[in-house]
């Protein structure tokens, strides 16, 4: 039996349906701008060549830590043997082949603390210490550095300062990890310092499923109001998707949030991949929300298979689903797909402005 000329006919009946069953975009699509930044990339090492990360054995020996390596494009075996900065050095030069995103942040991340204040390895899966992202900042000028640090370390108030003076663009958090609750009062010196120091706090809220296990109390945006009250410029990433606190989504209470106080921001990171299917409409077309979004891609999630434009063929023509399926810079696809389901452009424009300051104050 011949089966080929089945599969033109089986493609023609594929695109006849995309588009009599299409809903188009969440918004209208508008005009990219151009030198956009990227402020949600991760960077990570395995302490090979005296980088100081770190990655629990546990985690390493999960899938996991395979598929994060590969979403990287470098084996454990390249790492052992060239050293953590390798990791750094292919990001900064995939990053340079983008033709659409000139810069990203790239995130340091503190682990837990013990209660004398000092780093907890036996209960932190990953740490990537801010001074291996400064100086993968200070080699790639395509790369900014977002510092890492847990409020309760004993030098907290020192490493702020310490990072500022590196160049640190922003602070982040991921609390259910780092054991940090962002309503601690205790915390109250660490965010008028932030504030001193106009440094942005950057902080996963809902759920957190990319490590083995999490704390996700600590990252109900509820928790936030204090570093709010106090004037700290606060981007709860992902606009709080998934999880419920309190019989209440999450992302409803970022919401409300929003209303209350003018220095909370979020961002779009992860907001295609299939587990948040929902998510990015909504980030689009709520009311709360606007004006206050910043494009982030959440690499190297992007290039594994949680994203992809065939999740939203009934969104998208049959020439943008071929267009960004053939589009090999993870950067460059992820870009074309939040476009073309209606992301505006101020998002992508707006990620390239230190929030809180003038219009026009970039990160760099």
């Known amino acids: 039996m011949r089966l080929w000329p089945t599969l033109p006919a089986a493609i023609l009946a594929l695109c006849a349906v ?7 975009p969440y918004r209208s699509v ?3 701008p151009p030198d956009i930044v990227d402020m949600h990339c991760h960077i990570a090492g395995i302490g090979a060549g005296g980088s100081g990360c770190f990655v629990s054995p546990g985690l390493r020996d999960s899938w996991r830590f395979r598929i994060y390596l590969w979403a990287y494009g470098l084996s454990q075996s390249e790492l052992e043997k060239e050293g953590d900065n390798l990791l750094a050095d292919r990001v900064a030069g995939l990053l340079a082949r983008s033709k659409l995103v000139k810069k990203a942040v790239v995130l340091a991340l503190d682990g837990a603390v013990d209660k004398d204040g000092m780093l907890d390895r036996d209960r932190t899966e990953v740490y990537v210490p801010n001074e291996f992202v400064a100086a993968a900042a200070a080699r790639h000028g395509n790369l900014l550095f977002g510092a890492s640090v ?10 702020l300062t310490r990072v500022k003076a590196q160049g640190a663009v922003l602070v982040k958090w991921i609390p259910s990890i780092m054991e940090v609750d962002p309503a601690d009062p205790r915390l109250k010196p660490f965010y008028l310092k932030l504030v ?11 759920e957190e499923r990319s490590f083995s296990s999490a704390s996700d109390g ?10 709010l009250r106090l004037g700290v410029t606060v981007i ?6 998934t999880g419920r606190y309190q019989g209440e989504r999450s992302t ?15 961002d779009i990171s992860s907001l295609t991949q299939i587990n948040k299917h929902s998510y990015l409409k909504e980030a689009l077309t709520r009311p709360e929300f606007k004006g206050r979004l910043f494009y982030g891609s959440d690499f190297p999630l992007i290039n594994t ?9 009934l969104r998208l023509s049959p020439k943008q689903l071929l267009m960004i399926s053939r589009t090999k810079n993870p950067w460059d696809a992820d870009v074309l797909l939040k476009h073309s389901l209606g992301t505006p452009a101020d998002i992508f424009s707006r990620s390239g402005q230190m929030p809180g300051k003038a219009p026009g104050a970039a990160f760099d």
């Open 218 to 227: 600590f990252c109900d945006p509820d928790r936030l109001r204090l570093p």
């Open 18 to 24: 995309v588009l009599l069953f299409s809903a188009g």
């Open 150 to 159: 847990n409020p309760y370390r004993k030098d907290a108030l020192e490493r």
């Open 196 to 206: 001193e120091l106009n440094l942005p706090l950057l902080t996963h809220a809902g």
């Open 30 to 32: 508008e005009p990219l």
């Open 236 to 241: 709860a990433a992902h606009i709080a998707s």
């Open 305 to 313: 298979a949680l994203v992809s434009p065939w999740y939203y063929a």
């Open 252 to 266: 409803d209470r970022l919401a409300r949030l929003m209303l209350e106080y003018p220095n909370l921001y979020s």
